[in-house]
């Protein structure tokens, strides 16, 4: 075969190329490339470091923005809840104060009526004894025709007005 009997002769400077083109490419991308491609990496490194220390840092910030926030709302409310407190006590005690006072100025109205009403009964009753005593005193003159004593007729009226 002929191609194989040209190998003896070619072999050397086949493997000549072959050392050069791998030179070429171990000085070309080993030397050449690889610093950049390194670097590239150490700079991409370094700015996540970056970031990463940046967002810690905003984090730390956020929350203590946040804690500053949570104890100034819990400020608010526990202001807002003695504000509301103290309020609901006032607004009772002046609930209290006015019930008391509308209390007493409806015991005193009570009172005044009762007077009155005692006072209307009594003259209601006067009134009935005065009209039963005349009614009395002039049936009785009517039919029998005798003149009775007014003092007798107001006792016997007084004493039926009594018992019922």
């Known amino acids: 075969m002929p191609q194989l009997s040209q190998i ?8 000549f190329w072959l050392a050069i083109v791998f030179a070429l490419i171990y000085f070309g991308i080993g030397k050449a490339m690889v610093p950049k491609i390194e670097r590239t990496i150490d700079d991409r490194t370094a700015r996540i470091s970056g970031d990463i220390a940046a967002a810690e840092a905003a984090r730390a910030t956020a929350l203590a923005s946040d804690t500053a926030y949570q104890a100034g709302l819990e400020s608010a409310r526990s202001q807002a809840f003695k504000a509301v407190t103290e309020a609901k006590a006032k607004a009772t005690a002046n609930a209290e104060t006015r019930v008391k006072a509308g209390d007493a100025e409806i015991n005193d109205r009570i009172t005044a009526a009762t007077s009155r009403i005692d006072g209307a009964r009594q003259q209601a ?11 009395v005193q002039d049936i009785v003159a009517k039919l029998s025709g005798v003149a009775v004593d007014r003092a007798s007729i107001e006792k016997q009226v007084k004493a039926e007005l009594a018992h019922g």
């Open 8 to 15: 003896g002769e070619i072999y050397a400077s086949q493997l």
């Open 125 to 135: 009753m006067t009134d009935i004894e005065t009209s039963t005593v005349d009614a």
